[in-house]
């Protein structure tokens, strides 16, 4: 037990994900902190990672990390363990899968070619300060088609603006909340409750997604209709729902509407930040890094991919490249710094003693960073690494998307948009640092995620002539 220090956590001095590598660096693989008013084991090396996340009996998500998230989303994957675990994530794990998210390929490279056509068509030499902003404005239009099959830019202004306002305060108030974790639980219940804007904006997106629920459900007691695909992913859910039913010879639906909507709710939230967090990074680390542009640019060049031409889902498998880009964005942006287990019994690592309900902070950031871990200095961005030198990491050193029985189930879906994402700006627009001008130092914002602060990029739009210069 000598490994364990306890830390006064001083919230508020940079970003955790700097303040865990600072107390890696002079505590080691393994220390204690005080987080709010329970004490948390950081753990940044592989050994013990493997052990906590390749025993789900005794290491599950932390009940204390997500109570308030619970008193949200109750019935919510992040809220639940067990058989009620098992019995959602049946439902939910094929939700994301690659299958299930091709037939949105197209949708999704509308809504970037969108974004790009409003933000840097007018080719006006604009210093671009706010795209951690419009990042999440294009995965607001992206979740709206494919979660609900509405298109935020045409449905009617009316619905649109009304259902888009609901989406941004679900998110911001969830992402609060969640935040608020060492809040006594009877404030955050009466915060809760009196919190109006939430309410009325949970209101109204109930009214989409039961709505959506019915109209599946409809469909698919009329047998004639049951061969058209489900359009939306909330309706691939009910129908994932409906034919596990009918499998297990079942009267009762696997999930009530009410859970349903509440995996809605949490995939919305859970994927909305991550993955425009990401893109907004991709902004900035582009902006510094003309020479990986470049090689992007050749590549989609060599696969025929100009600006004006269409990009289709076998054209994005070809791209070696960019995979790379977007592996090694997610490894070195600090998106989501860390992972929590906690322990559900008494349990040995090595010669640690662990008590049942002692909390595990799995640092993933650090292990991102450990050179211990990583052929080419992983203190910089390099995507090539993934080419050759660092494809395979040691396993558990590369996580962005957590391990174990509780890691990302929206990993399939987060990759997808990445690339496309990736794949389709970089066909289009070059990025550029605005020097001297403003700031673009980067920089980082603590949220649930964490993004980073000072973004000040021009853009340009490419013509099928200037590719790669
Ligand atoms: C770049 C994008 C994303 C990143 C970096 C990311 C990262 C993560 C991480 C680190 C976890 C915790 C895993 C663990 O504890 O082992 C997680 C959980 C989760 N993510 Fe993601 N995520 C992303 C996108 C998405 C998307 C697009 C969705 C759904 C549409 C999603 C849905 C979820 C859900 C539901 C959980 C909770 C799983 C559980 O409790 O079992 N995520 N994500």
């Known amino acids: 037990m000598s490994l364990f220090y306890s830390i006064i956590w001083t919230a508020g001095r940079g970003a955790f994900h700097e303040a865990i590598a600072r107390l890696k660096l002079k505590y080691g693989d393994l220390f204690a902190i ?64 690659k299958n299930k998210t091709l037939p949105f390929f197209d949708k999704i490279v509308l809504c970037i070619d969108r974004f790009v056509e409003k933000e840097f068509s007018c080719q006006d030499r604009r210093i671009h300060t706010d795209l951690v902003v419009k990042c999440q404005h294009v995965l607001l239009n992206i979740i709206a088609i494919i ?9 009617s202004p009316m619905d649109g603006d009304a259902l888009r306002r609901a ?14 974790a060492g809040m006594p639980l009877w404030i955050a219940r009466m915060r809760l409750a009196i919190d109006f804007k939430f309410q009325r904006a949970l209101r109204i997106l109930q009214h989409y997604v039961i709505c959506i629920i019915d ?34 010879g079942s009267s009762k639906a696997l999930l009530s509407t009410s859970e349903l ?9 859970a994927g909305f930040e991550t993955t425009s967090t990401a893109l907004s990074w991709f902004f900035f680390l582009m902006s510094k890094h003309l020479d990986v542009q470049v090689k992007i640019k ?23 490249y960019v995979e790379c880009v977007m592996k090694e964005l997610l490894r070195y942006a600090p998106i989501a710094a860390a992972i929590v287990r906690q322990a559900t ?3 040995i690592i090595n010669d640690i003693i662990v008590r049942k309900g002692d909390i595990f902070l799995i640092a993933t950031q650090n292990m991102h960073r450990d050179p211990r871990y990583w ?31 509780r890691a990302c189930i929206g990993q399939d879906l987060a990759l997808f948009e990445l690339k496309i994402a990736i794949a389709r700006l970089m066909q289009r627009i070059t990025i550029e640092d605005a020097g001297n001008e403003a700031n673009n130092s980067g920089g980082f914002i603590q949220r649930i995620t964490c993004f980073p602060k000072h973004v000040a990029v021009r853009v340009y739009m490419d013509s099928n002539t200037n590719l790669t210069t």
Do not use: W
């Open 375 to 405: 052929k080419i200095d992983p203190t910089k961005f390099i995507p090539e690494r993934f080419l050759d030198e660092d494809k395979h990491p040691p396993p558990y050193a590369y996580m962005p998307f957590g391990g174990g029985h």
């Open 298 to 320: 050749e590549e989609l060049h060599y696969h025929g991919l100009t600006p004006s031409a269409t990009i289709t889902p076998d054209d994005l498998d070809a791209l070696v």
């Open 167 to 180: 989406f941004n305060d679900v998110i911001k108030c969830a992402n609060h909340f969640a935040l608020m």
């Open 215 to 248: 109209k599946e459900q409809k469909r698919q007691r009329d047998e004639q209709q049951t061969l058209t695909k489900p359009k939306s992913l909330i309706a691939s859910m009910v129908t994932a729902a409906e034919n596990d039913r009918l499998e297990m």
């Open 147 to 155: 979660g609900f099959d509405y298109d935020l830019e045409i449905g």
């Open 261 to 269: 909507f509440d995996e809605v709710s949490l995939s919305m939230v």
């Open 345 to 347: 019994r008494d349990d």
């Open 34 to 97: 005080q987080l709010g008013r329970g004490r948390v084991t950081v753990v940044s090396c592989t050994d013990y990672i493997r052990h906590i996340l390749t025993d789900r009996n005794t290491y599950e998500i932390s009940e204390t990390t997500n109570r308030n998230f619970k008193l949200i989303f109750p019935t919510a994957l992040l809220a639940i363990r067990g058989d009620d675990f098992k019995r959602h994530s049946r439902i939910m794990l094929p939700m994301y899968r």
